[in-house]
């Protein structure tokens, strides 16, 4: 393991596993401990005993003696934890358990890190998505840390993996608004592991944290590193495949910035599950972005609405004005590879990642014949006449 993983997970371990472990019980964590002889059975106990010495000495030699047994000494800490009314010896045992606990977590993931088999729970899931590469072992590692409760939940049903995912979004909302940090690797990670089970579904909240988590700097770095990045855009492709009405405006604007071609299918349901018009103008724009002729026919029912979306500016001192039928025209003429010139927009473009700019499309409203011819150029790339002998 390297420097770089190394210094990671001490941090993390000193961060996160602390913090998990100081509100957690030895029987709550290891309630699969090591089964012990008589012999060994006894001597643990004695020694548990004697953390409520009145001498020092036999407490730290009798605490030092337990850390060394490790794993095996966590049922006895665990059942006398319970029993003692001692408030001293029971913060001694409590303290104890968290080292421990540190100490065998710390030896599974150098383990898990040296590319041996290790019992995560998660990580059959995280690899299939991630890929089992270093750099993907070591942001599972972040995610195991940070978010515990998502990654035992995957293999759960889906009200359970639903009740990590809330704990998840109020743990990274407040980390950006409360403690006004930087969303991590691990975040990121964490809120978009869920999309892989089809019967999960994103709240409007929800959502909104991962559009704000994705424009973040940890979202942007994994981006770049070509390790990552596919198996980041697939799980943002799975969240925008089933994303919600709600956010569907802001969903699909991330989806054409990261280039997620899964939006496609969403984006063409899309008008004829809503009549906002931003929604649709935004759904148009990504299926210009993502789309193809065969995709034309889905806009057809948009020909006909007449309702202004905006005003886009001047053309030969003329006010622009832009409805709905007129994105509409822009939009199959992109998916037709046909200048928007040619369509009756000379001042309007195409954009990279947008599909398309609003600025210039539409018609003065002087120009209604103009509009009207370019309504019958797109009719027939829609239903193109048939040849002879078909």
């Given at each position: 393991?390297?420097?770089?993983?190394?210094?990671?997970?001490?941090?993390?371990?000193?961060?996160?596993?602390?913090?998990?472990?100081?509100?957690?019980?030895?029987?709550?964590?290891?309630?699969?401990?090591?089964?012990?002889?008589?012999?060994?059975?006894?001597?643990?106990?004695?020694?548990?005993?004697?953390?409520?010495?009145?001498?020092?000495?036999?407490?730290?030699?009798?605490?030092?003696?337990?850390?060394q047994m490790g794993t095996p000494a966590l049922a006895v800490l665990a059942k006398r934890e319970k029993s003692t009314e001692d408030p001293e010896v029971r913060d001694r045992?409590?303290?104890?358990?968290?080292?421990?606990?540190?100490?065998?977590?710390?030896?599974?993931?150098?383990?898990?890190?040296?590319?041996?088999?290790?019992?995560?729970?998660?990580?059959?899931?995280?690899?299939?998505?991630?890929?089992?590469?270093?750099?993907?072992?070591?942001?599972?590692?972040?995610?195991?840390?940070?978010?515990p409760d998502l990654l035992r939940s995957l293999g759960q049903d889906a009200k359970e993996l639903q009740r990590a995912m809330d704990i998840v979004d109020a743990k990274i909302q407040n980390r950006m608004f409360v403690k006004r940090q930087h969303p991590s690797r691990a975040d990121t990670i964490a809120l978009l592991l869920p999309a892989f089970n089809p019967k999960v579904s994103f709240s409007p909240g929800y959502e909104n944290t991962i559009v704000g988590v994705l424009d973040r700097l940890s979202a942007q770095q994994m981006r770049r590193d070509p390790r990552l990045e596919p198996g980041l855009r697939s799980l943002i492709g799975s969240w925008v495949s089933r994303c919600t009405l709600a956010g569907r405006v802001e969903t699909l604007t991330k989806a054409m910035q990261w280039d997620v071609p899964e939006a496609l299918p969403i984006a063409i349901s899309t008008l004829s599950e809503t009549d906002d018009m931003q929604t649709l103008v935004v759904s148009m724009q990504t299926i210009a972005r993502f789309g193809d002729a065969k995709d034309s026919a889905s806009l057809k029912n948009l020909l006909t609405?007449?309702?202004?979306?905006?005003?886009?500016?001047?053309?030969k001192q003329q006010l622009i004005q832009t409805q709905v039928r007129d994105v509409a025209i822009a939009t199959i003429a992109i998916l037709n590879d046909v200048p928007l010139a040619e369509v009756g927009f000379p001042q309007a473009s195409t954009h990279a990642m947008f599909g398309f700019t609003i600025l210039g499309i539409g018609f003065p409203k002087s120009q209604e014949a103009n509009r009207n011819k370019s309504l019958l150029r797109i009719a027939e790339m829609i239903s193109p006449t048939p040849t002879n002998g078909s």
């Amino acid at each position: 393991m390297n420097f770089r993983t190394n210094f990671i997970i001490v941090l993390m371990l000193s961060g996160s596993i602390c913090g998990f472990s100081q509100n957690v019980h030895a029987e709550d964590v290891f309630a699969d401990s090591i089964d012990v002889g008589i012999e060994q059975q006894t001597k643990i106990e004695n020694l548990v005993t004697q953390l409520g010495s009145n001498q020092f000495a036999s407490r730290e030699r009798a605490a030092t003696a337990l850390m060394q047994m490790g794993t095996p000494a966590l049922a006895v800490l665990a059942k006398r934890e319970k029993s003692t009314e001692d408030p001293e010896v029971r913060d001694r045992i409590s303290g104890l358990v968290k080292q421990i606990t540190e100490s065998n977590t710390q030896a599974k993931i150098d383990r898990f890190m040296a590319g041996q088999e290790v019992d995560f729970e998660g990580w059959n899931r995280f690899g299939e998505l991630m890929g089992d590469t270093v750099t993907a072992r070591e942001l599972f590692v972040e995610v195991h840390l940070e978010h515990p409760d998502l990654l035992r939940s995957l293999g759960q049903d889906a009200k359970e993996l639903q009740r990590a995912m809330d704990i998840v979004d109020a743990k990274i909302q407040n980390r950006m608004f409360v403690k006004r940090q930087h969303p991590s690797r691990a975040d990121t990670i964490a809120l978009l592991l869920p999309a892989f089970n089809p019967k999960v579904s994103f709240s409007p909240g929800y959502e909104n944290t991962i559009v704000g988590v994705l424009d973040r700097l940890s979202a942007q770095q994994m981006r770049r590193d070509p390790r990552l990045e596919p198996g980041l855009r697939s799980l943002i492709g799975s969240w925008v495949s089933r994303c919600t009405l709600a956010g569907r405006v802001e969903t699909l604007t991330k989806a054409m910035q990261w280039d997620v071609p899964e939006a496609l299918p969403i984006a063409i349901s899309t008008l004829s599950e809503t009549d906002d018009m931003q929604t649709l103008v935004v759904s148009m724009q990504t299926i210009a972005r993502f789309g193809d002729a065969k995709d034309s026919a889905s806009l057809k029912n948009l020909l006909t609405d007449n309702r202004v979306t905006g005003e886009a500016g001047y053309g030969k001192q003329q006010l622009i004005q832009t409805q709905v039928r007129d994105v509409a025209i822009a939009t199959i003429a992109i998916l037709n590879d046909v200048p928007l010139a040619e369509v009756g927009f000379p001042q309007a473009s195409t954009h990279a990642m947008f599909g398309f700019t609003i600025l210039g499309i539409g018609f003065p409203k002087s120009q209604e014949a103009n509009r009207n011819k370019s309504l019958l150029r797109i009719a027939e790339m829609i239903s193109p006449t048939p040849t002879n002998g078909s």
